[in-house]
């Protein structure tokens, strides 16, 4: 079995390979890194465009292959899980 035909161990549509292309594509367009997360703040996927810039939380969360829990990161969650659209600044 190839690694693109496995499925994603969290029983989400689509295999990890395609997280992390999609991580890649929306990294590509908006210059910056990107973490895909599950609600339980696990890091399901993550870019690694080349040049891109990691900084110090973002690195742990990658290397645990969970997020960090940190004051900043509880504010940010719930700025996002409550707008009621697309937050004008998000992560950044």
């Not at 496995?6 to 929306?26: I, K, M, Y």
Request: glycine residues 10%; hydrophobic residues 35%.
């Amino acid at each position: 079995m190839e690694l693109t035909d496995s499925p994603n161990p969290h029983g989400f549509g689509g295999t990890s390979e395609e997280l992390f292309a999609l991580a890649n594509a929306v990294a590509a367009v908006i210059g910056g890194s990107v973490a895909i997360e599950d609600l339980d703040h696990r890091v399901l996927a993550y870019s690694s465009v080349p040049g891109q810039r990691i900084d110090e939380l973002r690195r742990r969360g990658i290397l645990d292959r969970r997020v960090p829990d940190e004051p900043e990161q509880r504010r940010q969650y719930r700025e996002v899980l409550g707008a009621p659209g697309v937050p004008a600044r998000c992560g950044r």
